[in-house]
C-alpha cells in the first residue's frame, strides 16, 4: 500500500467511519477483520475515493454518509450476523448494491496487496 493515502482526518475518511463499512467488512471477510487490515482497508478507500473528481467524490462521500444513517436507523447488528441489517437493506437499493461491491473490493485490494501468503 502506498503511503500517499488520505489521513486519517480528511472528510472521506471520517464519512467511512460513520458509514459503518468497516464493520461489514469485518463481518463479511475474515481477513478484514484484523486491525491492520482494517486500517488498511480504510486508507485504501478513503484515498482512493479522495483521488476522484469532485462531483464524484462528493457523490461517494453522500453515499458513504446515506450507509452510516442506515446503519444506525436498523439498530444493533444481530448476533451471528454476516452483516449490518442497514447495509444489507441498501445493497438490494438498484446502484447502491453495486456502490458497496465496489467499495468492498477497495478494501480488500487495500488490505491485502503486498501481503504475503504464509
Not at 472521506?12 to 459503518?20: E, I, K, P
Request: net charge positive; glycine share 12%.
Amino acid at each position: 500500500m502506498s503511503g500517499a493515502h488520505a489521513e486519517n482526518g480528511s472528510r472521506m475518511a471520517r464519512a467511512l467511519r460513520a458509514s459503518g463499512l468497516p464493520r461489514r467488512w469485518a463481518a463479511r471477510y475474515p481477513a478484514l477483520a484484523g486491525p491492520l487490515a482494517s486500517a488498511r482497508a480504510a486508507a485504501h478507500v478513503s484515498g482512493t475515493l479522495e483521488r476522484l473528481p469532485r462531483s464524484y467524490r462528493f457523490g461517494a462521500e453522500v453515499a458513504l454518509r446515506t450507509a452510516g444513517l442506515a446503519l444506525r436507523v436498523a439498530g444493533p447488528v444481530p448476533a451471528g450476523s454476516s452483516a449490518p441489517a442497514g447495509h444489507d437493506r441498501l445493497s438490494r437499493l438498484p446502484g447502491f448494491g453495486r456502490f458497496l461491491d465496489l467499495i468492498d473490493a477497495l478494501a480488500l485490494y487495500g488490505a491485502l496487496d503486498g501481503e504475503r501468503d504464509s
